[in-house]
């Protein structure tokens, strides 16, 4: 978020010895944190750096019209956070302009459609903010564009794919354990007695929602413990075994 369109620039590939490699065999292109929103710039939570939420599109319109010039790019990795939580009008600016998920969603979708390339879509906490899971597949799997989040409803967003011969790319839903979702599933009641287990300030009442309001999850958390927070999530065994 922080380069400018600038920075974009091509530098050619080197092998081990440092020559320049003449081709690449192919060559895939990431973004992530998109995060953008129809809202004003704002700092971050420790004031550290500023954040353009509407300037993000234009960095992803810059992004896909440089990767178009790639003749070896066989797809783009979208690592989560695709547009920003605000967007679903429950916190931030999202509470005086109400659900734009929607509307933000397309947005960002035409900027990455500029590129021809398929596009892998992985989960992040941005995502579960806006849909569920049924909707995130409705607006993450579109055949036509080569966009792909999950092979079915069982893989739950984990997939393999192979952009050329001899190579397998695996996606996974780093999300499936987490508390962003409905509670009747499987990975909501599995992070939830996670985060009672391994995080004081979580709700200990079974029958509760893990997440009380207006609480500093990370009050005495220290170490790997920082990991048991609401907005993280998890792989889960099933994952593991399909891995």
Do not use: M
Request: glycine content about 8%; charged content about 20%.
């Amino acid at each position: 978020r922080a380069n400018p369109p600038s920075a974009l620039q091509r530098s050619a590939p080197t092998t081990t010895s440092g020559a320049t490699a003449s081709a690449a065999l192919w060559s895939f292109v990431v973004i992530a944190d998109i995060q953008y929103c129809d809202c004003p710039e704002a700092t971050n939570y420790h004031g550290t750096e500023t954040r353009d939420y509407r300037g993000t599109l234009e960095q992803v319109r810059c992004a896909a019209a440089y990767w178009s010039s790639l003749p070896s790019l066989q797809f783009i990795a979208q690592l989560g956070a695709l547009i920003d939580g605000q967007n679903a009008g429950t916190y931030g600016a999202g509470v005086a302009n109400g659900v734009q998920s929607d509307v933000a969603f397309q947005r960002v979708a035409e900027a990455l459609s500029a590129c021809a390339a398929p596009v892998y879509h992985a989960i992040g906490n941005h995502e579960l903010y806006n849909y569920d899971w049924a909707g995130l597949r409705e607006r993450l799997n579109v055949p036509s564009r080569g966009w792909r989040v999950s092979a079915d409803d069982d893989d739950h967003c984990c997939f393999a794919a192979r952009p050329v011969e001899g190579w397998t790319v695996l996606t996974l839903n780093a999300y499936e354990v987490s508390i962003l979702q409905e509670r009747s599933l499987p990975g909501y009641r599995a992070a939830a007695a996670l985060l009672r287990e391994y995080n004081p300030n979580a709700s200990g009442d079974e029958d509760a929602e893990p997440i009380p309001q207006g609480v500093d999850f990370f009050d005495n958390l220290v170490g790997v413990k920082r990991r048991y927070v609401p907005f993280n999530g998890g792989l889960g065994e099933r994952q593991l075994r399909w891995l």
